[in-house]
């Protein structure tokens, strides 16, 4: 199982920049593996951990960690899109 810090260093050795956002965003995935996160969900707790913060740099980061095939978007018949960790499962 990774930590925090391992996919820290996967997004640094992408030339990705460590923002808060981005970090408090990782630890809330690696916080939830088990479950499919809706991007409700995530944003009402991003705005909840940073205030300020809005849904279009949210979905940009979810962005940048699909794009690194941290996580993975689902879309789930009749509930919508969810997005789950798969880091470890490759």
């Keep these: 199982m990774r930590k925090h810090?391992?996919?820290i260093?996967?997004?640094?050795?992408?030339?990705?920049r460590i923002?808060?956002?981005?970090?408090?965003?990782?630890?809330?995935?690696?916080?939830?593996?088990s479950r499919q996160l809706s991007l409700n969900e995530i944003q009402d707790f991003m705005v909840?951990?940073?205030a300020g913060i809005d849904r279009s740099s949210i979905y940009r980061n979810i962005e940048t960690l699909k794009s690194?095939?941290?996580?993975?978007e689902l879309?789930?018949?009749k509930i919508g899109k969810r997005f789950q960790y798969v880091f470890d499962q490759k």
């Design 75 to 77: 879309k789930v018949p």
């Design 5 to 7: 810090r391992d996919l």
């Design 48 to 50: 909840k951990h940073m």
């Design 19 to 33: 923002t808060p956002a981005r970090r408090l965003l990782v630890q809330y995935v690696l916080d939830n593996q």
């Design 68 to 72: 690194l095939d941290i996580i993975q």
């Design 9 to 16: 260093a996967v997004l640094k050795s992408n030339q990705m």
